[in-house]
């Protein structure tokens, strides 16, 4: 149960309010942002995404730069809250097809409407897509996403001339194509999030890979679908390549996960026997399946460090990030970040680019 639920810009204007209980004052969100913003507790850099301000609790998401919050005055699941407003903002993004702070502006009746059939008096009723076109009669404004710039992990690596499908994946489920047509169309994704730790003569310390395959359903009349995986696909953890791994080299080797957990649509009948997942896509984007893997694999990048005492008070580090993938495919949008002790009172950056 939730008192409120607001949706702040990364200014701290209030995009999106609206109060369920009235137990909470109403400068609710002024407080939640000037926390977040100015948070130095328990030597913390950011703010957790629970925490407790006079007797308020104050749950928070931060999506595509967006903080989606809710509040509450009773000892509600943490994980409940959470995971709800993830929902949300799931929802508003196949209604509006981008998420943004320009789409909730011009979509502040259609985003209205949403809440209220999904959360009654701070109770949820249902975060189904499919199911609140039933309750929802608002049509979205489209917001032209040609301008936009790409954030999708999917674009991060691009072979040859295969790209996404454009904006493709960023029009509303309720909208229809020009004419009145219907769209049918289903896109699949693969995101996988790396996690390595390197020595710093390069070896690989620690490995992990959190993926998910990610569906996107524009079809109308709630077809059956059949998604075939890797037919050497294992799970329960040994010896082999990872989903990164055998993806990277056409599909060959064993696929060995940890474990992984599937969408409540899928059914696994014939998921011993072929590895073959069955499903009627609920509308909108949904995670068909989340897995993890800790064995050891190639990663994409390599990092080497050599840290040189230049001075009494100085130091030089070199940082050496090669890439490990073939030349035909192009890493888009990395980002390097080094952390420095606190006591650092400047610093100066030089790179070097050998091909």
């Known amino acids: 149960m939730i008192s409120q639920f607001f949706v702040l810009s990364q200014r701290g204007d209030s995009i999106v309010f609206r109060d369920y209980r009235g137990e ?37 998401v931060k999506v595509v730069g967006l903080f989606f919050v809710a509040t509450s005055r009773v000892n509600v699941s943490p994980s409940l809250v959470l995971e709800l407003l993830q929902r949300v903002a799931r929802v508003i993004k196949d209604y509006l097809g981008i998420l943004n702070e320009d789409s909730l502006r011009k979509n502040f009746v259609l985003v209205y409407e949403l809440l209220d059939e999904v959360i009654d008096f701070g109770y949820v009723q249902t975060t189904s897509t499919e199911l609140l076109k039933s309750y929802v009669f ?3 404004i489209v917001i032209d996403a040609g301008r936009l710039q790409p954030l999708n992990p999917a ?18 489920v309720v909208a229809n194509e020009p004419g009145g047509r219907k769209r049918e169309e289903i896109f699949v994704d693969i ?33 059956e679908i059949r998604l075939a995986l890797n ?15 055998s993806r990277s080299s056409f599909g060959s080797g064993a696929v060995m996960l940890d474990d992984c957990n599937f969408h409540e649509s899928v059914r696994l009948d014939n998921f011993d026997l072929d590895r073959t997942l069955t499903l009627v896509p609920p509308d909108g984007e949904f995670p068909v399946m989340n897995y993890r893997l800790t064995q050891e694999f190639k990663p994409p990048f390599r990092i080497n460090t050599l840290i040189e005492e230049a001075g009494a008070l100085k130091a ?13 495919i192009t890493a888009n949008a990395v980002s390097v970040q080094m952390p420095l002790p606190k006591y650092t009172t400047r610093y100066s950056v030089c790179f070097l680019f050998v091909n």
């Not at 030089?316 to 035909?328: C, G």
């Open 231 to 245: 037919e050497d696909l294992s799970i329960g953890g040994g010896s082999g390549r990872s989903v990164y791994d």
């Open 155 to 172: 674009t991060i690596f691009t072979q040859g001339t295969k790209r996404m499908p454009g904006m493709a994946v960023t029009k509303s």
């Open 24 to 60: 909470v004052p109403k400068g609710s969100a002024e407080i939640f942002f000037r926390k977040v913003k100015f948070w130095k507790e328990d030597g913390q850099e950011e703010a957790p995404p629970v925490f407790n301000v006079d007797g308020v609790n104050y749950f928070h």
């Open 316 to 328: 030089e580090v070199i940082l050496k990030i090669s890439a490990e993938f073939p030349s035909s």
């Open 191 to 223: 995101i996988e999030k790396i996690s390595v730790t390197f020595s710093s003569s390069g070896y690989i310390l620690t490995s992990e890979i959190d993926g998910t395959i990610q569906m996107k359903c524009y079809l109308t009349g709630n077809p």
């Open 138 to 140: 608002n049509e979205p």
